[in-house]
């Protein structure tokens, strides 16, 4: 059982590429999310979904996009990358409101 | 504005002493309450969480947590530590209604001396 699986692990973007952080579940959850955690600020909410064909802001949707068109996947669409976007992403499912979130390897991207 | 609190960044304890992480909150309504703990390079991973009933939640590796309604606390803590269980350590809350959010704290850094 391989869990949340994200891909790539490390990237380095210069200010202004483009890229897609991918995220894949195999446990049927409907919940999906991306957080990003920066160094003594937690983590904060991205985009998350309750299903395939439904997303919604988080706290810091800005500069994001997502897309959710099956359950597996859930993959984070950077556009015009730029400084502030540097932190370390980590996608989580889950499968109720009340149930616990599994979270994927993380993926550390670098913007310079 | 919902928040949950970790007043301490780092958490000292020696090994075979008993150690309380700490964690508040500002949630409306009874949230869910949880515990994860993250060792280095690697995702969060869950221990416990409190939804209702008993006020004290055990959950993996020998962790427990104690919910305080009118504190609106939910302290993590073991009885003896272990040098394993030194890492980073997050509460989060979920309200019971609205938002479908998990909102974390900043972490606390437990380290455990030999």
């Known amino acids: 059982n391989a869990g949340v699986t994200q891909t790539p692990k490390f990237r380095i973007l210069k200010i202004g590429q483009s890229m897609t952080l991918q995220c894949a579940q195999d446990m049927n959850h409907n919940y999906m999310y991306w957080y990003r955690q920066d160094p003594g600020m937690g983590l904060k909410l991205i985009y998350y979904s309750v299903g395939a064909g439904i997303t919604d802001k988080g706290e810091v949707p800005n500069g994001y996009n997502v897309s959710r068109s099956t359950t597996e996947d859930f993959p984070l669409r950077l556009e015009l990358a730029a400084p502030s976007q540097t932190s370390v992403y980590f996608c989580a499912s889950g499968g109720s409101n009340t149930g616990e979130l599994f979270f994927g390897e993380g993926s550390r991207l670098t913007v310079l | ?114």
Do not use: M
Request: hydrophobic share 35%; net charge positive.
């Open chain 2, 1 to 114: 504005a919902q928040s949950v609190a970790q007043p301490e960044d780092q958490v000292n304890v020696a090994e075979g002493n008993p150690l309380t992480v700490k964690c508040t909150y500002s949630v409306s309504g009874n949230p869910y309450l949880f515990w994860y703990v993250q060792y280095p390079n690697r995702g969060l991973q869950f221990l416990l969480k409190y939804i209702t009933g008993d006020n004290l939640v055990k959950g993996s590796y020998g962790f427990e947590a104690e919910f305080n309604k009118s504190q609106t606390s939910f302290h993590l803590k073991k009885p003896s530590a272990l040098v394993s269980d030194s890492a980073l350590y997050f509460c989060a809350v979920r309200p019971r209604t609205g938002a479908n959010n998990l909102f974390f704290g900043t972490g606390t850094r437990l380290t455990v001396i030999p």
